[in-house]
């Protein structure tokens, strides 16, 4: 008997907008997701595990996802992203240590996607659906939050470039929403500067 794999379909394929102002909004490149979880006091395990220290503010940040990225965000809880070809050896080292510290390591790669905002009135745009205030959100910074009443990840990683992540179910939404709120900006930059819409 054969087996066969059904490919796993990308749901923000072809999702691409590139606005007069330049300001971009498409996927984010793709890489692993995994949930950390332990304890105050097993903190400084894990970091030796990870090679750097988990930040501990709720909201800090440090790396990227193509090397490690990771975000704290909440009281013992952390998101890693990182490369594909990183997978199998980050979590054979956290299966080392299983006996020594208790902790949870899940992959949840499978449920969400990224969405990278960045351009001028990038934050102007987010904005307009978000509850909260990012104008003084400082580079290397995360937290939860709501786009348009659907739950996302918002890490800001320079003044004007963000990335969103979004479960799979909710990205096509989210991407959409995003185009939608960027033509209307652009719409209105139009008619303040006195042309046609």
């Known amino acids: ?63 990227d996802p193509f090397d490690l990225e990771c975000l704290c965000l909440g009281p013992g809880e952390w998101q890693l992203c990182l490369p594909e070809e990183q997978v199998s050896d980050l979590k054979k080292r956290f299966d080392r240590a299983r006996s020594d510290f208790p902790h949870s390591l899940v992959d949840i790669s499978h449920r969400q996607a990224g969405v990278r905002i960045e351009g001028p009135g990038a934050a102007l745009c987010l904005q307009s659906g978000c509850p909260l205030d990012l104008e003084n959100r400082p580079d290397g910074w995360c937290t939860r939050t709501l786009l348009s009443r659907v739950p996302i990840t918002l890490i800001r990683t320079a003044p004007d470039r963000f990335r969103i992540e979004v479960s799979l179910s909710q990205a096509p939404f989210v991407m959409e929403w995003l185009v939608a709120a960027a033509r209307q900006q652009d719409a209105i930059a139009r008619l303040e500067a006195g042309g046609e819409t």
């Open 1 to 63: 008997m054969t087996s066969s794999t059904i490919p796993m379909l990308d749901p923000l394929d072809g999702f691409q907008y590139e606005g007069p102002s330049g300001l971009i909004i498409c996927p984010s490149p793709d890489h692993a997701r995994f949930s950390l979880q332990c304890s105050d006091k097993n903190r400084a395990a894990a970091s030796r595990i990870l090679g750097r220290p988990l930040p501990e503010s709720v909201s800090a940040m440090w790396g």
